[in-house]
């Protein structure tokens, strides 16, 4: 059974740090890359960054380059995703996703879904 479990979520102040959490068992990232996602109250979902070990690419959309950081831990079967200088706009519901194919395409679409972990930026 594949499992993606994200944590790290929580509430920080504009400005702040956090590093979320991506577990995986089931797959290996030979074989996958995963995607973090976000999602806020009536907007539409936005991939955030994605890492590809096997390839070696990453993947940052505009709003968080140079904020954001993804990284790979095969032995640990992990990926974090460390965020700094967090804004209000950043506060949403991330989540990650597995996904075969090469780089960070989506071409062929989502294999497997984690739950979400709640951000919220806010003073």
């Known amino acids: 059974e594949v499992q993606l479990q994200a944590s790290g979520g929580g509430l920080v102040q504009p400005g702040g740090s956090l590093r979320l959490s991506c577990a995986a068992s089931?797959?290996?990232?030979?074989?996958?890359?995963i995607s973090w996602f976000r999602q806020a109250p009536g907007k539409e979902r936005e991939r955030v960054s994605c890492?590809?070990?096997?390839?070696?690419?990453?993947y940052y959309a505009d709003s968080v380059k140079g904020r954001f950081t993804i990284l790979s831990d095969n032995a640990e079967n992990t990926v974090y995703l460390q965020m700094n200088n967090l804004r209000p706009r950043d506060t949403a519901i991330y989540s990650c996703?597995?996904?075969?194919?090469?780089?960070?395409?989506?071409?062929?679409?989502?294999?497997?879904w984690g739950k979400g972990t709640q951000v919220t930026v806010s003073s």
């Open positions: 996703a597995a996904h075969a194919g090469w780089g960070c395409s989506l071409g062929d679409g989502i294999d497997y």
């Open positions: 890492v590809n070990s096997r390839d070696s690419i990453t």
């Open positions: 089931g797959i290996t990232f030979d074989d996958y890359a």
